[in-house]
């Protein structure tokens, strides 16, 4: 049975993360040809010629072009008869004891036109040469054998002409790239002691590199080995001093002496091994390779990966002999923990006081978890914040349900018994804590809507103020009533704690907008207590009529230099010019009814507040009220109360409700905070 060679090669799929895996399979095939040979370990010899092509169309900064072609010439056995005809058998078993599984031409022709090849070696005491052309659509052709009048070993594979694009446009890479993954791919070698001299030469400028001179920068470290579901497991940990850009720790999942696909970045394993390893002082990054022969069973034939579940199986009759990668890393992550415990102590340390830092400067909700070094410690190490937030929640919620569920199993079994009631005692404790996270959580967002408050009464550096709408939206958003906003939505308590119980709200709405009123007067913001009529707080009722328990109204004027002048002639004209206005459309005007027409009740014995804020109070205005019968506070704010009509009505700056305000919640913020 013949199965043509563009056949097989359809079966080679090629990813971006191979674009280099034609070089590096030429690369072994000379590795396994020297070490068929009889040559000293000094002398065996590979130099790797890189024919570049045109440049790239992804954005290159370097310039570097592309590889259209490249040589890898060695002086090992050559392609001798058993080689030969090796090379004629797909998935051929003669090299198999080196990892080869007679399917890494194929994928060199997944990408390249042509492979040509001149091999110049001694066979029975006799030398030849032998060249040939292997193509896709031609197999091979072009055949020669004959004596040879050289008497050296050399083999020269040449690849020309890359086809494939997506390979192409990712080979723009420069000679210490290329190099760097040659030294990788081939690192198993260099550990057991098989490498031989490996020479890269870039053709275009004559620039080039030594492979084996990478590894004198790296230092094998330790060789571990572990066990996992019936299957042995061996660990190379190398690592290199922390120099140049590098950032990053590596995992390489090797299969018949070379490197398999892509490395598994550490931290993605173990957070722990984010950043470089301290070792005796000094900083290291770790190269750490991992071989098996259940890894050389599952790896795919094109050698760029291998059939193995990413993650553990859930089946309810999952076999024993099945491993995942999440299997295996586990494993790995736990080995190296136990290897490097004073590093791994020391990060773990320093990780939890990094979260206890940030829970305290910026998620006070979780303070309760500062006092408890176990949960600290229980979360990854070098989390992104966005990271650290999930766990936090995560632990969180999970133990307040954990409470809640023990408190209420507490009353469904109602058995009082001192263990019992000892149990509950500690989960109230618990609840508590977590109720002053809670609280923690509220406070924050109170504090920084008191330091935008603060913010928005400077001047611009332009010497602009806030519009007035702007500081009005900050204490509740224009043309909206409480029922079209979550109570979240509004920050009443600025004015005064009592005012976000109200069950009545309305903003910059005119007046008609929920009553029957008809007026077109828009009030900055008018509070009206739960009236029995109102079931909802925009005047909708559920009875026929009612009566108002009390009512507020709140004005507020621009901030800046001229916000406190309702008049610019003159400063003849009183504060209460600014509200009262309000409370005559609901005194004085006849049948005011809710939107369904029923009656609203409302007395001149209503209690009626009235609060105005203004950015100054000049002098002349102060004077000129209080002649007026306004009385000033000892905190520096005015009032008029008309019992006729039991309105109250009190004047202050911007500046001094902020200060109410703060002073209002430094027992808070000293209790929850740290400063």
């Excluded at 440049?55 to 310039?63: E, H, K, T, V």
């Excluded at 309810?316 to 299997?327: R, T």
């Excluded at 133990?399 to 018994?417: G, H």
């Excluded at 002349?620 to 109360?641: C, H, M, R, V």
Aim: aromatic share 12%.
């Amino acid at each position: 049975m013949e199965v043509p060679v563009k056949n097989l090669v359809e079966t080679v799929d090629l990813t971006s993360e191979d674009v280099l895996l034609p070089l590096l399979e030429c690369v072994v095939n000379s590795i396994i040809s020297l070490q068929q040979s009889a040559l000293p370990k000094s002398q065996q010899k590979i130099q790797i010629q890189v024919e570049r092509g045109d440049l790239s169309q992804a954005l290159n900064f370097d310039n570097v072009k592309t590889i259209a072609s490249f040589k890898v010439i060695d002086n090992g056995v050559g392609f001798n008869k058993r080689n030969f005809e090796s090379f004629e058998t797909p998935f051929s078993q003669v090299n198999k004891d080196h990892g080869c599984k007679g399917i890494g031409r194929f994928t060199i022709l997944a990408a390249y036109q042509e492979f040509l090849v001149d091999s110049n070696y001694n066979e029975n005491g006799q030398w030849w040469n032998r060249t040939f052309k292997f193509t896709t659509d031609k197999e091979i052709e072009s055949q020669t054998f004959a004596e040879s009048d050289q008497s050296k070993w050399r083999t020269t594979v040449y690849i020309k002409n890359c086809y494939n694009e997506l390979v192409r446009e990712r080979s723009a890479l420069t000679v210490e790239q290329i190099a760097e993954a040659i030294m990788q791919h081939c690192f198993i070698y260099y550990l057991s002691g098989n490498l031989p001299v490996i020479e890269l030469i870039d053709m275009e400028d004559k620039s080039g590199a030594v492979i084996n001179d990478l590894f004198e920068k790296v230092s094998r470290e330790k060789e571990r080995e572990f066990p996992l579901n019936g299957h042995k497991f061996k660990i190379y940990i190398t690592k290199t001093p922390k120099t140049g850009n590098r950032r990053n720790n590596y995992l390489y999942y090797c299969a018949n002496d070379r490197s398999v696909g892509n490395p598994r970045n550490l931290k993605n394993i173990n957070s722990i091994f984010t950043f470089p390893i301290l070792v005796d002082s000094s900083y290291y990054f770790f190269d750490i390779y991992l071989v098996s022969k259940f890894l050389d069973s599952k790896v795919y034939k094109a050698r760029n990966g291998f059939n193995i579940p990413k993650e553990k199986e859930n089946l309810l009759f999952k076999s024993s002999d099945i491993v995942s990668f999440q299997d295996i890393e586990e494993e790995v992550s736990k080995l190296l923990e136990k290897e490097y415990d004073s590093f791994v102590k020391g990060a773990k340390d320093k990780s939890v006081q990094q979260i206890a830092t940030y829970i305290q400067t910026k998620a006070p909700r979780y303070n309760s978890f500062i006092k408890n070094p176990e949960i600290l410690q229980s979360i990854p190490p070098n989390l992104p914040e966005d990271k650290l937030e999930e766990h936090l929640y995560r632990i969180s919620y999970n133990a307040r349900k954990n409470v809640e569920k023990n408190i209420q199993k507490f009353i469904d079994d109602k058995s009082i018994n001192e263990e019992a009631i000892s149990n509950i005692i500690n989960d109230i404790k618990e609840k508590t804590a977590y109720d002053v996270d809670s609280l923690a959580d509220y406070m924050t967002r109170r504090k920084a809507i008191l330091e935008l408050f603060d913010k928005f009464l400077d001047a611009d550096e332009s010497g602009n103020y806030k519009l007035e709408q702007d500081v009005h939206k900050l204490v509740f958003p224009l043309g909206l009533t409480n029922n079209e906003l979550d109570y979240e939505n509004h920050n009443l308590w600025l004015l005064d704690e009592r005012f976000i119980t109200y069950k009545f709200i309305a903003s910059d709405k005119a007046i008609t907008s929920y009553s029957q009123k008809k007026s077109r007067k828009e009030l900055d913001l008018i509070l009206l207590d739960e009236p029995p009529m109102f079931d909802n707080p925009i005047s909708f009722g559920d009875r026929s009529g009612g009566e108002v328990n009390s009512m507020v109204v709140f004005e507020f004027k621009r901030p800046g230099d001229t916000a406190h002048q309702k008049n610019k002639k003159d400063y003849r004209w009183q504060f209460s010019e600014l509200v009262e206005p309000y409370f005559d459309e609901f005194l004085y005007q006849p049948n005011k009814k809710n939107y369904k027409g029923n009656q609203v009740v409302i007395h001149k014995t209503t209690p009626k507040f009235g609060f105005v804020i203004l950015d100054v109070i000049p002098t002349q205005l102060a004077s000129y009220n209080e002649d007026k019968g306004w009385k000033k506070t000892p905190f520096g704010t005015y009032f008029k109360i008309e019992p006729e009509i039991n309105l109250h009505i009190e004047v202050m700056t911007f500046r001094k409700l902020l200060d109410f305000s703060v002073t209002r919640h430094n027992p808070f913020f000293d209790k929850l905070f740290v400063r």
